[in-house]
């Protein structure tokens, strides 16, 4: 089992939609959790970090359920601009990543 | 304020020849990691530095080497490039923990073994 799994998509919405992804984690031990943007061809750049209690910058909203082992990306009011691929990662010693293989969302006029 | 720069941008190379990619980082970072990334598998570690003059091996270091002679540059070598090793390689950097610092990623380079 791979230690962060994504559904690849693609996610096609059209232009104001919510659409919400999930990754699954399998290291219970993990602490840190990450949500990082990458547009096509580009470097990944880090969108939000996932607090325990939640957290919600604008029309993102990033969740934890350690529970579960999930975290989740929601997206309101989605833009032309929110197209790309969204990686989740968690973070080992040394600040080092383990990134899930990203989930491509496409949103349409 | 350049960030992490990575050069050569794109390089093809042919079975067996080596080459070395030069990450460059002007943020004073401590920590400085190299990543490759192949379609449908995400980034995966190569290696990593925590400090000048240090190195150590992530999760795929096989066919690298790396090494860290300043602390704002950190080198990824090919000694004898496979086609396997056809990816897109990305730096990046981050400050010190204990807490976490976002890491910053350069441009990525694009290398084709053949």
């Known amino acids: 089992r791979k230690e962060v799994e994504q559904d690849p998509g693609p996610f096609n919405v059209p232009e104001g939609a919510t659409v919400a992804f999930n990754c699954t984690y399998s290291?219970?031990?993990?602490?840190?959790f990450f949500w990082y943007r990458q547009d096509c061809r580009k470097e990944p750049k880090l969108l939000m970090s996932?607090?325990?209690s939640g957290n919600e910058d604008g029309r993102f909203t990033a969740q934890l359920n350690r529970a579960s082992q999930y975290i989740s990306l929601l997206i309101r009011d989605s833009k032309l601009s929110d197209s790309a691929t969204y990686l989740c990662?968690?973070?080992?010693?040394?600040?080092?990543?383990?990134f899930g293989a990203g989930t491509r969302l496409a949103v349409h006029p | 304020n350049a960030g992490v720069t990575q050069t050569p941008k794109f390089r093809v190379l042919k079975t067996g020849q080596s080459m070395t990619l030069l990450c460059a980082q002007d943020?004073?970072?401590?920590?400085m990691y190299w990543y490759r990334q192949d379609p449908g598998m995400g980034l995966r570690l190569i290696h990593y530095?925590?400090?000048?003059?240090?190195?150590a091996k992530g999760e795929v270091p096989d066919g690298y080497n790396v090494s860290r002679l300043k602390k704002q540059n950190f080198l990824l070598g090919l000694e004898s490039a496979a086609p396997s090793q056809t990816s897109v390689y990305f730096c990046?950097?981050?400050?010190?923990?204990?807490?976490?610092?976002?890491?910053?990623f350069g441009p990525g380079t694009r290398l084709t073994v053949l």
């Open positions: 990046a950097s981050s400050q010190n923990p204990p807490s976490y610092n976002e890491q910053f």
């Open positions: 290291n219970s031990a993990s602490q840190s």
């Open positions: 996932v607090y325990s």
């Open positions: 990662a968690l973070s080992g010693g040394y600040n080092k990543l383990i």
């Open positions: 943020m004073n970072h401590e920590y």
């Open positions: 530095s925590v400090g000048e003059g240090t190195t």
